[in-house]
């Protein structure tokens, strides 16, 4: 049996991974920290409450491919290391 194939698919899984890092941190650049209240940046809100629910989107996905990645990955070592020794 070739572990060529599963070994692809992880490899393509944490590159995901790595792809949500640096949108997660290209994201949180443009992030502006401050609450806007007056009434002239009222607009401002709007923009903030957009930008955090797509970081939150990013976190979530994040978090669910780096448990899956790993888990797969700790998968994959284990067949491998089972084939090895049997």
């Given amino acids: 049996?070739?572990?060529?194939?599963?070994?692809?698919?992880?490899?393509?899984m944490a590159l995901?991974?790595?792809?949500?890092?640096?949108?997660?941190?290209?994201?949180?650049?443009h992030e502006d920290d401050s609450l806007h209240l007056t009434p002239g940046e009222l607009g401002?809100?709007?923009?903030?409450i957009a930008k955090a629910h797509r970081i939150d989107a990013v976190d979530r996905?994040?978090?669910i491919l780096t448990a899956v990645t790993s888990v797969y990955g700790i998968a994959l070592l284990g067949a491998y290391a089972y084939k090895a020794l049997y």
């Fill in 44 to 48: 401002m809100e709007q923009q903030q």
């Fill in 1 to 12: 049996m070739s572990f060529t194939p599963f070994v692809i698919i992880w490899v393509v």
């Fill in 61 to 63: 996905w994040g978090k």
């Fill in 16 to 29: 995901l991974v790595g792809m949500l890092i640096v949108r997660r941190t290209m994201l949180g650049f």
